[in-house]
C-alpha cells in the first residue's frame, strides 16, 4: 500500500504466446528496441534536438556511501553541463545518509549534493536507494531525468549520450535502460560473464515463470536509465532495493514494451557486493515481485514477511527488510 496519501529481439519471432499484464492483450505487446550508445555518439546532433524541442535534462546519481567512485562520476558529468551547448542542465546527487565523505566529495566535485532525509521529510519515508530517487523528482527541473548509479568504476560520457538520446531523437520512447557486459571481480581476478548474480539467479527466473516477455531486457536491474519526467511522475516507487524491479513492472503494464528502448554501453564495472547484502537485495526484490504479482495476476497470497532469516553456521539471524511503497509524484504536494 502506498504511504502518504514480440518481445526482445527485432530480428526473430516469438515461438510461444507471452503472459501479459492484466489489461494488456497478447496483440498489443510489440518489440522491444535494441541500441549501441556509438548510434548516439554525435554531439552536435543530439544538442540540435535539444534545442529544438526546448528539452532539458538532470542527471541524479542517488548515492551511500560511495565517496571512492562519486567523484569521478560527476567531474565527467560536469563537463557534460558547461557552457551554452550543454547536454545536461543540471547534476544532482541525492545522497543518503553517507558517513564516507560522499557528500563532500560529489559538491567538490561540482555536483548539487541534496540530502535525501531534507526533501519531502514530513513523508517519513524509510531511506534507501528508491527513496532517494523518488525524492529526486521533487528537485529536478528537467524534462528528461537520468539516472546512474554511484558505484561506476569505468564511467564515461557514452553513459550519457546512450540513455539521453532515444529519447531526444524519438518521441515514442518513454524510458531507456542500458544493459552492458558485467565482469566480476574477486581477488583481483576478473572474471567475464560473472556479473549480475541477483539478475541470473533470481530476477530472471521470476520474470521467465510470470512475465517471459520481460526476462528478455538484458539487465532488468540496471541503475542507468532515463525517463521522460511525465511519465516517471506517475509511477509508484519502492523505496530501497526493490526500486529496479518495480520500475520494470509497472512501466510495462503502463506502456508496454514498445515504449522502451534498450542501450548497449559496452561494459561496465563497479564494486560487487558480498552474499550478505546481495541476500537483502534479493529479499526484497522477491517482495516487491510478489506484491505486484497479488494485484496484477490476482494471485492470492498470504502476508508476506518483511524478515529475513540467516542462519549461517548454526546461528539464526533475523534482518528486517524495511521497504515501502511511494505514490506517484503527481499525486503528492511538494513540500521540500
Request: hydrophobic share 40%.
Amino acid at each position: 500500500m502506498y504511504i502518504g496519501s514480440r518481445v526482445p529481439v527485432q530480428e526473430g519471432t516469438m515461438t510461444r504466446a507471452p503472459h501479459t499484464c492484466r489489461g494488456t492483450t497478447r496483440a498489443q505487446v510489440p518489440t522491444m528496441r535494441f541500441f549501441h550508445h556509438r548510434e548516439f555518439s554525435s554531439r552536435p546532433h543530439l544538442l540540435a534536438a535539444k534545442k529544438q524541442q526546448g528539452a532539458t535534462v538532470s542527471l541524479v546519481i542517488p548515492a551511500l556511501n560511495e565517496a571512492a567512485t562519486v567523484g569521478a562520476i560527476v567531474e565527467a558529468a560536469c563537463r557534460e553541463s558547461a557552457g551554452a551547448d550543454a547536454l545536461l542542465d543540471e547534476v544532482i546527487v541525492m545522497d543518503g545518509s553517507s558517513e564516507d565523505g560522499t557528500e563532500r566529495v560529489a559538491a567538490g566535485a561540482g555536483a548539487r549534493v541534496c540530502r535525501a532525509c531534507d526533501v519531502m521529510p514530513d513523508m517519513r519515508v524509510p531511506e534507501g536507494k528508491g527513496a532517494s530517487m523518488w525524492k529526486s523528482q521533487f528537485v529536478a527541473r528537467g524534462d528528461i531525468i537520468v539516472f546512474l548509479d554511484a558505484d561506476i568504476g569505468d564511467f564515461g560520457p557514452h553513459y550519457l549520450y546512450g540513455l539521453i538520446g532515444p529519447l531526444l531523437l524519438d518521441p515514442e520512447l518513454q524510458w531507456v535502460k542500458a544493459f552492458y557486459r558485467r565482469p566480476l571481480v574477486l581477488d583481483r581476478t576478473v572474471h567475464d560473464g560473472y556479473g549480475g548474480r541477483v539478475t541470473e539467479l533470481l530476477v530472471r527466473p521470476l520474470l521467465s515463470a510470470w512475465y517471459p516477455e520481460l526476462a528478455t531486457v538484458r539487465q532488468p536491474l540496471a541503475g542507468e536509465c532515463a525517463f521522460r519526467r511525465g511519465v516517471l511522475r506517475q509511477l509508484p516507487f519502492s523505496s530501497g532495493y526493490g526500486v529496479e524491479t518495480q520500475l520494470l513492472l509497472h512501466m510495462y503494464r503502463r506502456h508496454g514494451l514498445s515504449g522502451l528502448a534498450q542501450v548497449d554501453l559496452d561494459s561496465r564495472r563497479h564494486r560487487n557486493r558480498p552474499v550478505a547484502q546481495l541476500a537483502l537485495m534479493s529479499f526484497a526484490i522477491l517482495r516487491v515481485f510478489f506484491e505486484f504479482l497479488r494485484e496484477d495476476k490476482e494471485v492470492s497470497l498470504p502476508p508476506l514477511s518483511d524478515e529475513l532469516v540467516r542462519a549461517a553456521c548454526g546461528a539464526e539471524e533475523r534482518v528486517r527488510v524495511s521497504e515501502c511503497m511511494l505514490p506517484p509524484a503527481e499525486t503528492v504536494q511538494a513540500v521540500v
